[in-house]
């Protein structure tokens, strides 16, 4: 009988973000995968989790969902977890589960923590209908991606990292206009959250006399 595929959702921030059922799943399964077992091992040991940690990331997932198959196939039931947030949100996740599921391998998601959702509903923008774009490409086809957008009318949710996060909003000056409403989140469940609401060049003069730490959450108003 084959085992079964868990992609559980660990904090973003604050730790009391895990769910219960999420403790039990990673209690109960035989195996962990972890995007990086030096930052998943405090949150384990906080939780009292004393399983067998595989490290599963975007270097070696290719190679290393083959092997997780084959336990998947023999009864194992394995949990994956990334850094902070939800498998296959902009980490890796989507590979072993096309995977196990081409295998016929059971596969289940557990609800839980994320950061554009909160981000989103903070922003004040429209969340009826919204597009994730994720992080934009660093150089290859980023301004390609850029131009679908031109005429988006839905909220757009983007990721960036603190030593771009000037760049795309400058970007988004470009493309959008420097009226364009938008929200920017940062530090999400940590001590230190923050969000900067207002038009693009209101929040871009703002960044450029902060400091900038944590991951970023940008979510821009859509075409009216």
């Given at each position: 009988?084959?085992?079964?595929l868990y992609l559980v959702p660990t904090p973003i921030g604050n730790l009391e973000d895990i769910t219960l059922?999420?403790?039990?799943?990673?209690?109960?399964?035989?195996?962990?995968?972890?995007?990086?077992?030096?930052?998943?091992?405090?949150?384990?040991r906080h939780f009292g989790i004393d399983k067998k940690v595989f490290a599963h990331h975007q270097h070696n997932e290719h190679k290393s969902a083959i092997?997780?198959?084959r336990l998947l196939k023999e009864g194992k039931q394995i949990?994956?977890?990334s850094d902070a947030g939800t498998p296959g949100i902009s980490d890796p996740g989507f590979l072993l589960v096309r995977e196990a599921l081409k295998e016929d391998i059971a596969v289940e998601c557990l609800p839980g923590a994320t950061a554009f959702v909160p981000a989103l509903v903070n922003?004040?923008?429209?969340?009826d209908r919204f597009t994730f774009e994720g992080f934009l490409p660093?150089?290859?086809?980023?301004?390609?991606?850029?131009?679908?957008?031109?005429?988006?009318?839905?909220?757009?949710?983007?990721?960036?990292?603190?030593?771009?996060?000037?760049?795309?909003?400058?970007?988004?000056?470009?493309?959008?206009?420097?009226?364009?409403?938008?929200?920017?989140?940062?530090?999400?469940?940590?001590?230190?959250?923050?969000?900067?609401?207002?038009?693009l060049i209101e929040i871009k003069t703002h960044f450029e006399t902060h400091t900038l730490k944590g991951e970023f959450v940008i979510c821009v108003a859509g075409k009216s």
């Open positions: 009988m084959s085992g079964k059922r999420a403790i039990r799943i990673l209690k109960e399964c035989d195996i962990i995968l972890a995007e990086d077992t030096r930052t998943s091992a405090p949150l384990l092997e997780i198959v949990a994956q977890i922003s004040g923008l429209p969340a660093v150089k290859k086809g980023r301004q390609t991606r850029l131009r679908e957008l031109t005429d988006e009318s839905r909220t757009m949710i983007f990721y960036e990292s603190p030593h771009r996060l000037l760049k795309a909003l400058q970007e988004f000056i470009d493309l959008f206009g420097q009226e364009r409403q938008a929200s920017v989140s940062r530090e999400i469940s940590k001590l230190f959250e923050e969000t900067v609401r207002g038009t």
